[in-house]
T-cell receptor, first 116, second 114 residues
Framework: DAGVIQSPRHEVTEMGQEVTLRCKPI?????LFWYRQTMMRGLELLIY????????DSGMPEDRFSAKMPNASFSTLKIQPSEPRDSAVYFC??????????????FGQGTRLTVV | GDSVTQMEGPVTLSEEAFLTINCTYT??????LFWYVQYPGEGLQLLLK?????DKGSNKGFEATYRKETTSFHLEKGSVQVSDSAVYFC?????????????FGKGTKLSVKP
């Protein structure tokens, strides 16, 4: 397996534009996480899916952020409209949930988003 | 809910020094515990894990023992190298109070000088 695949690796956009980040989890994994990482705030969980269903979205900053997982092999994180404070590295991770816990999570390489 | 607390960084050591990064957790159940490492410009990757009390996880010279009595999972390495410079994250899963989430600590940055 190629691991968790995120695209794009880098995104530069203007304030007010819509941004869509994409993630392909590892085949066979049934849980998917979206994280945001900045120097100031560290690693923050945005949303967590289990079997394609959002379980915890308490970390989604506001209505400008939305995430979907239409099937087990694809997820998107959308920001509309984007703002400069959204600039960060966004990570997607996947794991296998069984017996009430996760096996180790595998992370993608991240998408570095810059909003100017 | 469940939580993970790890020591504040940054930690700066000389090559071949002994490393300890403290991690304690709060959980209502019996979680699995993990250490992840993030090298500059990369995503997090699993370093080691332990799934039950008294288990010792080890990898690349790093070790951590799951201590239920002290709710701790401290990371140790006997002799660090410059290549160990990275950010280290302690994490837990399955603690019963986190909606099944994977909970991370804030990370500890390690810098090793030659």
């Amino acid at each position: 397996d190629a691991g968790v695949i995120q695209s794009p690796r880098h995104e530069v956009t203007e304030m007010g534009q819509e941004v869509t980040l994409r993630c392909k989890p590892i085949s066979g994994h049934n849980s998917l996480f979206w994280y945001r990482q900045t120097m100031m705030r560290g690693l923050e969980l945005l949303i967590y899916f289990n079997n394609n269903v959002p379980i915890d979205d308490s970390g989604m900053p506001e209505d400008r952020f939305s995430a979907k997982m239409p099937n087990a092999s694809f997820s998107t994180l959308k920001i509309q409209p984007s703002e400069p404070r959204d600039s960060a590295v966004y990570f997607c991770a996947s794991s296998f949930w069984t017996g009430g816990r996760h096996t180790e999570a595998f992370f993608g390489q991240g998408t570095r988003l810059t909003v100017v | 809910g469940d939580s993970v607390t790890q020591m504040e960084g940054p930690v700066t050591l000389s090559e071949e020094a002994f490393l300890t990064i403290n991690c304690t957790y709060t959980a209502t159940g019996y979680p699995s515990l993990f250490w992840y490492v993030q090298y500059p410009g990369e995503g997090l990757q699993l370093l080691l894990k332990a799934t039950k009390a008294d288990d010792k996880g080890s990898n690349k010279g790093f070790e951590a023992t799951y201590r239920k009595e002290t709710t701790s999972f401290h990371l140790e390495k006997g002799s660090v190298q410059v290549s160990d410079s990275a950010v280290y994250f302690c994490a837990l899963s399955g603690g019963g109070g986190s909606q099944g989430n994977l909970i991370f600590g804030k990370g500890t940055k390690l810098s090793v000088k030659p």
